[in-house]
């Protein structure tokens, strides 16, 4: 059973972005696993990856290659990871680059790859070199949902969002895909998302906009607590709307299109998190009453986190202890428990240092028994608030990454 799996929304397609993939039979056969973007000369980018320091080879050159500037082409492969391969695996990387800079008449360094998949293994080099020229024949605007898939990997469906906002009057579409399921936690998290718009945005400002949406959505997800070596998360945007120009954070424009940018996002990530590995429930810890957001984010991690209040959800056991618990143990010396409430699904469960006086198993039961569970902690010492979205731990994740490389 999965935790209620959004269906992906059928993407539209970006003024200035084609889409093209092929089947190169890196892990599996029965599907493309190479994606392959084009994007129109004069597209700005801007993108963020993983923080883990064994960041993999396609994300070493990705981050090279975007201070050149002017990217023109994104190849994406599922199935190898092409992290843990030193030296060798980032050649490979600019070899997969410079295939794609002969094809497409560019520089390799207009070139960006991202790798998704098993870690410690060499990118099979002679199935690019088949597989590519493959997705360039295919190039076509309406490819983004073929490319949803192609880069799925334990995802059990593939992950899409499109809206189209207004901005300076002007219609303007946002797309995004991503895949991620597993390894799944903030800075960036095991996932890989493409985003494109068709407006026209100042290169100082594109990051901005990209940083601002990712620390509200993918910044704040978990499965497992796992970073990975792969994250990235990128946008382009092609200009092709020409009248919709965005050259500052802070204005009408640059506002409209931060919000579509959130929300395509948002969606997204929590898309991951509802097909979590095993996951049978989608569970939003929401924090509030804590002196700053910092403190509300250390309480909701160190629920969300917990492997005893996930198996516990799995298992429908309102087992609140195991949430004070969780709560308790993140230092603050200056907690007062007196002023800590909880609740489940909007059960209130503890007040006062323990539990509610009007609390009854029966409805805490009822509470949990729902695919989609609300855990609300309100420290009562402030008026900040954070949210995490997680899911729980099911014997189904146990047994996906038990079996990930057989």
Excluded at 90 to 99: F, M, V
Excluded at 148 to 176: Q, R
Excluded at 351 to 375: H, K, P, T
């Amino acid at each position: 059973m999965v935790a209620g799996v959004i269906p992906p929304n059928a993407p539209v397609a970006v003024a200035g972005v084609r889409v093209g993939t092929a089947c190169a039979g890196i892990r599996r056969t029965d599907r493309d696993d190479i994606a392959l973007f084009e994007l129109a000369s004069g597209t700005t980018c801007a993108a963020v990856f993983t923080r883990n320091a064994f960041c993999a080879a396609p994300v070493i050159a990705a981050r090279r290659h975007l201070q050149h500037g002017a990217a023109r082409y994104l190849l994406v492969n599922s199935g190898n990871a092409n992290a843990g391969t030193g030296e060798r695996g980032l050649a490979d990387a600019l070899a997969t680059c410079a295939i794609v800079a002969r094809l497409g008449g560019c520089a390799a360094e207009q070139v960006l790859p991202f790798s998704t998949g098993v870690i410690g293994q060499r990118l099979p080099l002679e199935r690019f070199c088949d597989a590519v020229p493959r997705a360039f024949a295919g190039l076509h605007a309406d490819g983004w949902a073929a490319a949803a898939t192609a880069i799925m990997t334990t995802d059990t469906v593939a992950k899409a969002k499109s809206i189209t906002v207004s901005v300076k009057a002007e219609p303007v579409t946002v797309t995004g895909i991503a895949k991620g399921a597993g390894m799944i936690r903030p800075d960036m998290a095991t996932m890989l998302c493409f985003l494109a718009t068709d407006a026209w945005v100042a290169a100082d400002v594109l990051p901005k906009l990209l940083a601002a949406a990712v620390e509200a959505s993918f910044n704040r997800i978990t499965v497992d607590g796992d970073t990975s070596t792969n994250d990235a998360c990128l946008v382009a945007a092609t200009g092709q709307a020409s009248a919709a120009r965005v050259t500052a954070v802070n204005s009408e424009a640059g506002a409209a299109l931060q919000a579509a940018l959130s929300e395509v996002c948002g969606f997204l990530a929590e898309a991951i998190v509802r097909d979590g590995e095993g996951a049978s429930k989608f569970i939003r810890v929401l924090v509030d009453g804590g002196r700053n957001e910092g403190e509300c984010l250390a309480v909701a991690y160190a629920v969300a986190q917990s492997p005893l209040v996930k198996t516990a959800l799995f298992a429908c056991d309102a087992n609140w202890g195991r949430i004070l618990a969780a709560v308790g143990r993140v230092g603050r010396d200056d907690l007062d428990i007196h002023k800590v409430r909880v609740a489940l699904n909007g059960v209130r469960i503890v007040e006062g240092g323990g539990r509610a006086a009007d609390y009854c198993e029966e409805a805490g039961q009822a509470a949990v028994r729902s695919s989609d569970i609300a855990i609300h902690i309100s420290l009562g010492v402030g008026t900040a608030r954070a949210q995490v979205l997680t899911c729980d731990l099911s014997f189904d994740y146990v047994r996906i990454n038990a079996e990930y490389r057989t």
